[in-house]
């Protein structure tokens, strides 16, 4: 049963930019926290932004003024923006919703590169 499809990983330049998006077929959508994580080769998974139901946002510093976490609650999506993309971005990133347990997507690839 798919919960989470995330898409619009790729590869992209250095100082390039990219959008992801994360659609949820799950009806708790509006009401859950969303979040994007990503895990990079040889490293944990670790937290990039969450977003709650109410709009509020939260950044990993290492993408502060960088990404844009936003929903669209009527179309049970969750996007990150991504701008001035590094080399060290480069990672799998995956879509997380939390609501009394986590679902997670299948994740997306970013590959940051010249």
């Known amino acids: 049963q798919v919960q989470l499809v995330e898409s619009g990983g790729g590869l992209v330049q250095p100082g390039g930019s990219l959008k992801l998006s994360c659609v949820s077929s799950?009806?708790?959508?509006?009401?859950?926290?969303m979040g994007w994580y990503r895990q990079a080769p040889g490293k944990q998974r670790e937290l990039v932004a969450t977003i709650t139901s109410s709009g509020t946002t939260n950044y990993a510093d290492s993408v502060k003024g960088r990404f844009t976490i936003s929903r669209d609650n009527a179309k049970n999506t969750v996007y990150l923006q991504m701008d001035s993309l590094k080399p060290e971005d480069t990672a799998v990133y995956y879509c997380?919703?939390?609501?009394?347990?986590?679902?997670w997507g299948q994740g997306t690839q970013v590959t940051v590169s010249s």
């Open positions: 799950r009806s708790i959508f509006s009401i859950a926290t």
């Open positions: 997380n919703l939390r609501f009394f347990g986590d679902t």
